[in-house]
């Protein structure tokens, strides 16, 4: 079998493939390897498939899509980040979920190259996203001072006529030496203030607080951090997005990196999409924050919940909805017995009753964010 198709199998199947180093040692990124092995079959890392790419000629190697699967977790600009760091050759964000969508069996075929014209255009869109997410990791290693803001309606502009724009105020040293009064700043915005007996005064803005953004109403939900939990952030998404649990402990095996935030994306049955932000870590969560807080997965430990806005189970699980995993022969055991939590059973070994599983979470989601009027909110 052809190598795509090889790895399109193991995945679907959920089973791993073994990458070896040039030492023959077993290792788990396939940034470190130099063969990929499928059972008795073996490959270099660097070998062609036959999945295309929209914006060129050219085909994806085997590395390309094992990276991309290792690291389906990140967002696009950490995802960039780290195949530049790992010196991997990008999915390109058009072909991103096509590739996904294939190789986890969400489609059976795979997509036919588009016409040159329209692949002209995803590849200059492609080649502004790959310039910013380099900027950004430029941005990084500078100080604040000398980073620079990538805007796109300023792509083109040039340096020199930017320098014809600047006015030069002050130098470093006149400002070291200034007081507090910034007069003199304004006055050099706005050269008639201060005449006819102006005040030179600076009053404060009187405008109103900007309203929140759509960021600030994105729904959160909390897992816990505990590496034997059921759910963590390591295999949230496969279950909430794709409705199919996987042992966090084996996405660790395999090399995967924890996020320091999921997204999710849930396509009400209103024909509505809401996005959901996953975190293990409140310790970043304004007192604000926590009205945004819709549902928490407890771990059964009340310490999980120390340092929260709600310490207290009861205070807490009257404010949020909460979810107890638990493996489908076993029942809640310990403090989570008495607690206002949903069980949440997951099957060992059957995985066609994942889907049954996370559709009763969303329902019971849906119910309580629909009866405290959550959704209107977001």
């Known amino acids: 079998m052809e190598p795509l198709q090889l790895l399109r199998n193991h995945t679907c199947n959920k089973k791993p493939v073994i990458l070896k180093d040039a030492s023959d040692n077993v290792v788990t990124s396939v940034a470190d390897a130099s ?60 072909d991103r979920k096509k590739v996904l969508d294939y190789l986890t069996g969400k489609v059976d075929t795979q997509p036919t190259k588009q016409s040159s014209s329209t692949a002209g255009v995803r590849k200059q869109r492609e080649d502004v996203d790959e310039i910013k997410g380099k900027a950004e990791t430029n941005n990084e290693n500078e100080p604040a001072s000398k980073r620079v803001k990538f805007d796109d309606k300023q792509s083109h502009v040039s340096i020199e006529k930017l320098r014809e724009r600047e006015k030069v105020l002050q130098s470093s040293a006149s400002i070291l030496q200034g007081d507090k009064d910034f007069y003199t700043i304004v006055k050099a915005m706005n050269p008639t203030f201060g005449k006819n007996g102006a005040s030179s005064t600076i009053q404060k803005s009187s405008s109103k607080p900007s309203k929140p953004t759509s960021k600030d109403r ?6 816990p951090a505990a590496p034997t939990a059921k759910f963590t952030l390591f295999n949230i998404k496969q279950f909430l997005e794709n409705f199919e649990y996987v042992d966090p402990q084996q996405l660790r095996a395999q090399g995967m990196k924890k996020p320091d935030r999921v997204s999710i994306e849930r396509y009400r049955r209103d024909g509505q999409v809401t996005v959901y932000h996953v975190i293990d870590n409140v310790a970043h969560l304004k007192q604000n924050d926590w009205d945004r807080v819709c549902c928490v ?31 489908a022969d076993e029942s809640i055991k310990g403090p989570a017995s008495g607690w206002n939590v949903t069980p949440l059973d997951i099957s ?29 909110n977001y």
């Open 297 to 327: 997965f407890a771990s059964g430990q009340q310490w999980q919940f120390k340092g929260w806005k709600y310490e207290r189970p009861i205070d807490l699980f009257s404010h949020v909805k909460g979810f107890y995993a638990k493996w």
């Open 35 to 94: 063969t990929v092995w499928f059972d008795d079959e073996s490959f270099a890392r660097n070998t062609p498939t036959t999945f295309p790419k929209n914006s060129s000629d050219d085909t994806y190697t085997l590395d390309t899509l094992i990276f991309l699967v290792q690291n389906e977790h990140l967002d696009n600009s950490a995802y960039f980040k780290e195949c530049r760091q790992r010196d991997i050759e990008h999915v390109s964000i058009v």
């Open 348 to 376: 060992r070994s059957q995985r066609h009753n994942d889907k049954l599983s996370a559709a009763k979470f969303w329902d019971a989601l849906d119910k309580h964010m629909g009866v405290h009027h959550l959704y209107g």
């Open 218 to 223: 994105i729904p959160i939900i909390i897992v």
